[in-house]
Structures are given as C-alpha cells and as structure tokens.
C-alpha cells in the first residue's frame, strides 16, 4: 500500500472518521501485517493510531509509538546534517567530494557534495559485487563502490545512487568528528523531539521494535539478514516511530531545526548541465501533484514500508508507517530501497514515503 492512497482522502474531521475502513481494507488487499497513521489538520492531529501487529510471533500489536525502519526516508536527514555542516561553514555544495574524502577514487574528482545530494553526480551502486552478509569498514565500502564504473559524468543526467548518500554518510563523519549517526541525534533527531528514533542496531534492547516481513505468495515470512554495518549508512538506516515523524513533521514546520533558507534550498530542483531541472532536491523527491507544489520520497529495505505525506494548502496531512509488506519471490530483492537500488541480492524491505504539498 502507498501512502498516496491515504493522503487524498481527508479533507475535513467527518471524512477522517472513515479512516479505519480504509487503511484496515488496504491492508487487506496488499497482505500488511501492521501499519501506523496520523492524520494532521490544521496543525492538529486528529488521528493517531495502530493497526494490525508489529509482531507476529508474538501477537504485539501496532501502537503509534511502535518503532519502524525508516529505509530511503532517512536521506532527508542525512541531506539535513549536510545542510548544518554547510551552515557551520565546514564544508561547500559544490566543493568536489574529494577534498574532504581524499581516498575517493580520482575518478571523482568532478563530483560535488551537490551533485550527491541530488543523484546527478553519476555514482553507480555496487550492489552486483556487494556482499550483503560483510560487515564492511567504511574504507572498505568506500573503496569498493569507488571501483565501480561512474554511468556518466556529473551533472549530464540524473540517476538515483544509493552510493551518493553512502558518501555522504562518510563526509559527515569525517567533516563533523564523529559518527554521523551520533551527529544525527544531537543535531537533528534530538531537537526535532524525535526521542525514539536513532541509527538502526540489531544488537541493543530497542524497546517498541517491530520485525519485518517478507509477504510471499500472501505469506508472511521474517526479514533477511543484512550485515550490521549496512544498516548504518546514510542512505537511510535509522528506526523512527510514528510519534517521531509527527514531530519531524511539526519541525519542519518552524525553524527549530532547519531555517527557511535552508529548508528552500533542500526542496528546489537539482539543475543539470544543460540547464534543464530535475524532479530532486535534496533528499527529497519534487514533483506537483493536483497543481500543488508537493515533496516527498519512496524507498525499501527489510521488509516495511512507511510514509510521511501532507498538505499544506488543504491544511491536511497523514503520516503513515507500514510494518512487513513484502511483494514478489522472496529470493527476489525489493525493487526500491529505494527507486533505483537495482537488483543486489535476496533482500526485500521497507517502502517509505514523507511528503509535503502546497
């Protein structure tokens, strides 16, 4: 299910009583275990509610405070952190990326932090040679995506790389001292309210974590395994709960954590070479929806699905988060972690989606 389905659909208080019906007959239809929605109007939350099972072994059930993988939704807030680190006067948009990450390839050496935000930098994915199992360093990541062919030179086109937003996981920790995982809570989770969300960690006790699910043949079946270093970089490996995105939400809607200046930057189109926009800004997908200006973003990973959809013309707004829905051969991989992680293995996951229209 698409959170497309359930943003358009809420134009008044009496409508959104409807709700249930809805979001409980399209998990029917596309076999989601669980999902969580928010409904905002008018800066109010008129909804905020679980349904179906974050676990099903254990028969738990969705609440808005159950804990998500966010997949491709957290480009945001890693183009977010480069953002402050821009503003720190640490780093340049359209510095090459060489000059603060000197062990990329020299083949590089044209691309900008800029032309990483926005895909157009020509980066492949590495997901033919990549082994899904490895826990890599980030040298060693980094060497092994830089041995990849670049599609074309930076700046003639645009292509989603899932490897740009890698990078610039790397560049934030080199530039800003630290993890950047570490840099995103102090620096932009924490000050947004966003009190549950944090880097993705098998290992640690995270109370209020759903499992995922691969849906196979109408079939439930746990996600697979990733390597823990790959759910760590910054082409989105955070956990987030419905509550933290309607707080994300709320922070967007001010200035607490990104200014208006920086937020116009963020959500205008990348420019290429021949002069012509591209329907990407940074972090965020651009593109007009019923002749409103609209941004948002799509991705999977692991077996959810999520959403952060609103209006601001209508005043209306739905934050969703989807728990285990699968589609095809489990052998087969999610076809988007994004829009364009290509085929890299037996992996399927979460879909999310966050946008805005006015």
Same mark, same amino acid.
């Given at each position: 299910?698409?959170?497309?389905?359930?943003?358009?659909?809420?134009?008044?208080?009496?409508?959104?009583?409807?709700?249930?019906?809805?979001?409980?007959?399209?998990?029917?239809?596309?076999?989601?275990?669980?999902?969580?929605?928010?409904?905002?109007?008018?800066?109010?939350?008129?909804?905020?509610?679980?349904?179906?099972?974050?676990?099903?072994?254990?028969?738990?059930?969705?609440?808005?405070?159950?804990?998500?993988?966010?997949?491709?939704?957290?480009?945001?807030?890693?183009?977010?952190?480069?953002?402050?680190?821009?503003?720190?006067?640490?780093?340049?948009?359209?510095?090459?990326?060489?000059?603060?990450?000197?062990?990329?390839?020299?083949?590089?050496?044209?691309?900008?932090?800029?032309?990483?935000?926005?895909?157009?930098?020509?980066?492949?994915?590495?997901?033919?040679?990549?082994?899904?199992?490895?826990?890599?360093?980030?040298?060693?990541?980094?060497?092994?995506?830089?041995?990849?062919?670049?599609?074309?030179?930076?700046?003639?086109?645009?292509?989603?790389?899932?490897?740009?937003?890698?990078?610039?996981?790397?560049?934030?920790? &080199? !530039?800003?001292?630290?993890?950047?995982?570490? @840099?995103?809570? $102090?620096?932009?989770?924490?000050?947004? /309210?966003? #009190? +549950?969300?944090?880097?993705?960690?098998?290992?640690?006790?995270?109370?209020?974590?759903?499992?995922?699910?691969?849906?196979?043949?109408?079939?439930?079946?746990?996600?697979?395994?990733?390597?823990?270093?790959?759910?760590?970089?910054?082409?989105?490996?955070?956990?987030?709960?419905?509550?933290?995105?309607?707080?994300?939400?709320?922070?967007?809607?001010?200035? &607490? !954590?990104?200014?208006?200046?920086?937020?116009? @930057?963020?959500? $205008?189109?990348?420019?290429?070479?021949? /002069?012509? #926009? +591209?329907?990407?800004?940074?972090?965020?997908?651009?593109?007009?929806?019923?002749?409103?200006?609209?941004?948002?973003?799509?991705?999977?990973?692991?077996?959810?699905?999520?959403?952060?959809?609103?209006?601001?013309?209508?005043?209306?707004?739905?934050?969703?988060?989807?728990?285990?829905?699968?589609?095809?051969?489990?052998?087969?991989?999610?076809?988007?972690?994004? !829009?364009?992680?290509?085929?890299?293995?037996?992996?399927?996951?979460?879909?999310?989606?966050?946008?805005?229209?006015?």
């Amino acid at each position: 299910m698409r959170w497309f389905l359930i943003v358009t659909l809420f134009p008044s208080l009496a409508f959104a009583d409807k709700a249930d019906d809805i979001v409980q007959a399209a998990m029917k239809k596309w076999s989601t275990p669980g999902v969580s929605v928010a409904v905002i109007q008018n800066g109010k939350v008129i909804k905020l509610k679980g349904y179906g099972f974050a676990n099903l072994e254990h028969k738990v059930k969705v609440t808005p405070e159950t804990i998500f993988q966010s997949g491709s939704v957290g480009k945001q807030f890693t183009a977010a952190l480069v953002m402050k680190l821009v503003e720190d006067g640490k780093i340049k948009l359209d510095d090459s990326i060489r000059k603060y990450l000197p062990d990329a390839p020299p083949t590089w050496e044209k691309v900008t932090i800029r032309h990483l935000l926005t895909h157009t930098g020509g980066l492949s994915d590495p997901y033919a040679k990549l082994e899904m199992r490895k826990d890599y360093s980030e040298a060693e990541l980094l060497k092994l995506e830089g041995e990849i062919p670049m599609q074309f030179q930076p700046g003639e086109r645009w292509s989603y790389s899932n490897t740009g937003y890698h990078v610039l996981g790397f560049l934030c920790s &080199k !530039v800003g001292g630290k993890f950047y995982g570490d @840099q995103l809570m $102090t620096r932009i989770l924490g000050p947004a /309210g966003m #009190k +549950t969300a944090r880097i993705i960690s098998e290992s640690d006790i995270v109370m209020n974590r759903s499992a995922g699910y691969e849906i196979v043949d109408g079939k439930p079946f746990n996600q697979s395994w990733v390597a823990p270093m790959l759910n760590t970089t910054g082409d989105g490996s955070l956990y987030v709960s419905l509550v933290d995105m309607v707080n994300w939400n709320s922070a967007l809607d001010g200035e &607490k !954590v990104l200014s208006n200046p920086i937020k116009q @930057q963020m959500w $205008t189109s990348g420019i290429l070479n021949n /002069g012509s #926009k +591209t329907d990407y800004g940074f972090g965020w997908m651009l593109s007009p929806v019923n002749g409103h200006k609209h941004i948002g973003h799509n991705g999977a990973w692991q077996g959810f699905r999520e959403g952060r959809p609103g209006y601001r013309t209508a005043g209306d707004k739905c934050l969703n988060e989807f728990a285990g829905r699968g589609r095809g051969e489990r052998a087969k991989v999610d076809d988007d972690r994004d !829009v364009g992680r290509g085929n890299r293995g037996r992996f399927r996951g979460p879909h999310q989606g966050a946008s805005r229209i006015w």
